[in-house]
């Protein structure tokens, strides 16, 4: 009876389009100018559903954010990292060369364990991986005495620094510079390249945007004799996880409730956008042990993806409301590196670089146009009612486009 129950369930689904799977997906996560939310409670619910995605370090405040969130503030992410229901770091592995890039993510506090856990599960062919770490700082000094100085290859300031934070636990940024005698531009240099291996974070978000701020930022500030306020809080090594409470059955439970929170419905196809390293198959065991308890749906649910689908309920009866709505004319502009940028996952087509300058144009869910560099890359056929205005939000303001080239005017 049990089963006969799933399949009637089952059965009354009715597939949406790819298309509208988008225009669901632009409500979902508060893309759209009608779903978009406000204040640091809006920030709190975009944080949730955002739970360990990792995006170019840049891209998080300049698009990401702001898109989701209207009148976003830097102080209310500072707010939510330094109260400790937010934090960063690196997750994945490989090399980085420029700082801007580096991929961070955000993620809940409370999953810091788990996410950390899975960082040891890298795809084939990643470059190494390192212990997973607890970001959370302090911690008992026989736990920052196991730690060891670092990765092989990395500069004598960071070693040192590394192992200062292992001997003495977490440290503002000015007892950093005193204790291993390091200037300020070294120090900056250091903990860039320490970020960046995924060794090191700090409480706040504003410890990133330091090392991320530009040089003429700095020189600006060195030239008035003035000091920024710091609210990056202190910087302390990840340390491994201890494995009693951050097991990887359970790290891989908290991340396929993570992806059901993003996407509303998963499938197969959408952990190409994802860094970690997981098996669809152990995801599937656990979305099919939660649809047997009733916690979740499954189904057909969007038209053209092969295999096994599942959603949350109410994300369920939001694919029934997108159906229900006619697509307006409206163009929805999106970052490259938005974690909304499918284009080559469930489309056809190839796929479009996540860089933090690239934009992408939709018109009724469908990605229309890609502007990559000065150059605007037809994706989708395009209007020629409408084609001056795609060009412009591509671009961000009218311009002449030439065989592909964006011009300036």
């Given at each position: 009876?049990h089963?006969?129950?799933?399949?009637?369930?089952?059965?009354?689904?009715a597939?949406?389009s790819?298309?509208?799977f988008?225009?669901?997906?632009?409500?979902?996560q508060?893309v759209s100018?009608?779903a978009?939310l406000?204040?640091?409670?809006?920030?709190?619910?975009?944080m949730?559903?955002?739970?360990?995605?990792?995006?170019?370090a840049?891209?998080?405040?300049?698009?990401?954010?702001?898109?989701?969130v209207?009148g976003?503030?830097?102080a209310?992410?500072?707010?939510?990292?330094?109260?400790?229901?937010?934090?960063?770091?690196?997750?994945?592995?490989?090399?980085?060369?420029?700082?801007?890039?580096?991929?961070i993510?955000?993620f809940?506090?409370d999953?810091i364990?788990?996410?950390?856990?899975?960082?040891?599960?890298a795809?084939?062919?990643?470059k190494?991986t390192?212990?997973?770490?607890?970001?959370?700082?302090?911690?008992s000094?026989?736990?920052?005495?196991e730690?060891?100085?670092?990765?092989?290859?990395?500069?004598?300031?960071?070693?040192?620094?590394?192992a200062?934070?292992?001997?003495?636990?977490?440290?503002?940024?000015?007892?950093?510079?005193?204790a291993?005698?390091?200037?300020?531009?070294?120090?900056?240099?250091?903990?860039q390249?320490l970020?960046?291996?995924g060794?090191i974070?700090?409480d706040?978000?504003?410890?990133l945007?330091a090392?991320?701020?530009?040089?003429?930022?700095?020189?600006h500030t060195?030239?008035?004799?003035t000091?920024?306020?710091?609210?990056?809080?202190?910087w302390?090594?990840?340390?491994?996880?201890?494995?009693?409470?951050?097991?990887?059955a359970?790290?891989?439970?908290?991340l396929a409730?993570?992806?059901?929170?993003?996407?509303?419905?998963?499938?197969r196809?959408?952990?190409a956008r994802?860094?970690?390293g997981?098996?669809?198959?152990?995801?599937?065991?656990?979305?099919?042990?939660?649809?047997?308890?009733?916690?979740?749906?499954?189904?057909?649910?969007?038209?053209?993806?092969?295999?096994e689908?599942?959603?949350?309920?109410?994300?369920v009866e939001?694919?029934?409301?997108?159906?229900?709505t006619?697509?307006d004319?409206?163009?929805?502009t999106?970052?490259?590196?938005?974690?909304?940028?499918?284009?080559?996952?469930?489309t056809?087509?190839?796929r479009?670089?996540?860089?933090?300058?690239g934009?992408?144009?939709?018109?009724r869910?469908v990605?229309v146009?890609?502007?990559?560099?000065d150059?605007?890359r037809?994706?989708?056929?395009?209007?020629?009612?409408?084609?001056?205005?795609?060009?412009?939000?591509a671009?961000?303001?009218?311009?002449?486009?030439?065989?592909g080239?964006v011009?300036?005017?």
């Amino acid at each position: 009876m049990h089963r006969y129950t799933l399949h009637r369930l089952r059965a009354e689904i009715a597939p949406v389009s790819v298309a509208d799977f988008t225009r669901f997906l632009f409500d979902w996560q508060h893309v759209s100018a009608t779903a978009a939310l406000t204040g640091i409670d809006g920030l709190r619910a975009v944080m949730a559903q955002l739970d360990g995605v990792e995006l170019p370090a840049r891209a998080w405040e300049q698009t990401v954010l702001p898109a989701r969130v209207g009148g976003y503030a830097p102080a209310m992410l500072d707010m939510l990292c330094l109260t400790g229901e937010i934090g960063w770091a690196r997750l994945s592995t490989g090399p980085t060369q420029i700082v801007g890039a580096t991929p961070i993510a955000l993620f809940l506090r409370d999953h810091i364990d788990e996410w950390l856990t899975l960082r040891g599960t890298a795809p084939a062919g990643s470059k190494g991986t390192r212990p997973a770490s607890d970001a959370l700082p302090g911690g008992s000094p026989a736990d920052r005495r196991e730690g060891s100085p670092g990765p092989a290859g990395q500069s004598d300031m960071a070693t040192s620094i590394v192992a200062h934070l292992h001997a003495r636990g977490a440290c503002f940024t000015h007892e950093l510079a005193a204790a291993c005698g390091i200037e300020a531009p070294a120090l900056r240099s250091a903990l860039q390249d320490l970020v960046a291996e995924g060794c090191i974070s700090s409480d706040g978000f504003a410890g990133l945007r330091a090392i991320l701020a530009p040089v003429s930022t700095r020189d600006h500030t060195r030239r008035h004799g003035t000091r920024p306020a710091d609210h990056s809080g202190r910087w302390f090594c990840l340390r491994s996880p201890d494995e009693r409470t951050a097991d990887a059955a359970h790290a891989t439970e908290m991340l396929a409730w993570a992806l059901l929170r993003r996407y509303g419905v998963v499938f197969r196809r959408l952990l190409a956008r994802e860094a970690n390293g997981v098996a669809w198959r152990d995801l599937a065991r656990v979305y099919r042990r939660l649809e047997a308890r009733g916690d979740i749906r499954g189904g057909r649910f969007v038209s053209g993806m092969a295999g096994e689908q599942f959603a949350l309920p109410d994300g369920v009866e939001r694919l029934r409301e997108i159906r229900r709505t006619p697509a307006d004319d409206t163009l929805l502009t999106i970052s490259a590196a938005d974690p909304l940028n499918l284009v080559g996952i469930i489309t056809e087509g190839e796929r479009v670089r996540a860089s933090t300058g690239g934009r992408l144009v939709y018109h009724r869910g469908v990605a229309v146009c890609a502007l990559e560099g000065d150059m605007l890359r037809t994706l989708s056929p395009v209007d020629d009612s409408i084609a001056a205005d795609v060009a412009a939000a591509a671009a961000g303001r009218r311009v002449p486009v030439l065989s592909g080239w964006v011009g300036r005017i």
